[in-house]
């Protein structure tokens, strides 16, 4: 059986490239809250905790969140590299002094080989990205961008258009940083060709990479209380289902693409997560590898069919 990292461009397998070592993401808070939450309120799936780890976000600096995160990691893999991502929140919201102070620590720490930036798309203006044009370190954006679809954004409440992804996409290209991508699967009422649709704009717009999430109904999220009490449908229902539309979007997907996340991680320790595939993730990726063995599918090879 092929492995998986045979059949996708998968972000373990290309960063082991780059940087002629395993490489681990370590997940850090810019210390601020979402002004989603603030400003209006929470997309309707949010649940803040499930992010990163919770005893590094509450340190008092940058710093003390990457010494603490590595030298924890170092103990458990070696030798190993890392990247800092900020994964909390919106990572580009706040006072730009405040935010220069916040990544000079990330940039100029000596473990560090790259940096990632999760945010909105709607917090993506040239004040922030002037920011980065003096770090020497690789920079990638990741912007939640979710769906191309503007009805599915809005029963997220995610409080921006597909408009403002485009606007967000563009200027980075501008300054040259490379983009991710969220993107949810199992929007209500989105169908396989929606999702579809998004992948051809992802494949039409020079995206770097792609971390695709299940869509997880927590409990005491309101989109937990709707899936408890709506019949909502959705293009899958088990772990097969989910399996046979990644595949479609594997098949799909430019080759050049890293994809780096395929499943929503192992969120269920707390029973939180009302709609969590059974078992753990390394089965659902067994399963998924064993469907794309089955179906002969590669990343890319779909294309044009
Ligand atoms: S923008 Fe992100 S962090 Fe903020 S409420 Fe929405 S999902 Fe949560």
């Not at 002037?130 to 961008?145: A, Q, R, V």
């Not at 169908?191 to 971390?211: F, M, P, R």
């Amino acid at each position: 059986m092929t492995k998986l990292e045979d059949r996708i461009n998968s972000f373990s397998e290309y960063y082991k490239k780059k940087y002629k070592n395993k490489t681990y993401k370590i997940g850090l808070s810019i210390g601020q809250e979402c002004p989603q939450r603030i400003i209006h309120s929470p997309c309707i799936f949010c649940l803040p905790q499930s992010f990163i780890d919770q005893k590094s976000k509450h340190l008092p600096t940058i710093t003390n969140q990457i010494d603490f995160l590595t030298s924890k990691l170092k103990k458990q893999y070696g030798d190993i590299s890392f990247i800092a991502y900020f994964q909390d929140n919106t990572s580009t919201f706040g006072d730009i002094d405040y935010l220069k102070n916040v990544f000079d620590q990330a940039f100029y720490h000596p473990l560090i080989k790259e940096v990632i930036i999760s945010t909105r798309p709607d917090y993506i203006n040239r004040d922030v990205l002037n920011l980065f044009k003096s770090y020497e370190k690789d920079l990638k954006f990741e912007i939640g961008m979710q769906t191309i679809h503007d009805k599915s954004l809005l029963f997220l409440n995610r409080n921006h258009t597909q408009k403002d992804t485009d606007a967000a996409i563009k200027l980075i290209k501008q300054y040259k940083y490379m983009i991710g991508v969220h993107l949810l699967l199992g929007i209500p009422h989105e169908s396989i060709g929606d999702i579809l649709q998004t992948i051809e704009y992802v494949n039409a717009h020079n995206i770097n990479e792609v971390k695709i999430h299940n869509l997880i109904a927590y409990k005491n999220t309101r989109y937990g209380e709707l899936y408890k009490s709506k019949n909502l449908p959705f293009a899958y229902s088990n772990l097969s289902e989910y399996c046979e539309l990644l595949i479609r979007i594997i098949g799909h997907l430019n080759p050049s693409i890293v994809i780096s996340r395929l499943f929503t991680s192992n969120l269920n320790r707390q029973g939180n997560a009302l709609n969590q595939f059974p078992g753990v993730k390394t089965e659902w990726i067994n399963h998924l590898t064993k469907m794309l063995n089955n179906n002969n599918v590669f990343q890319g090879c779909l294309i044009n069919n």
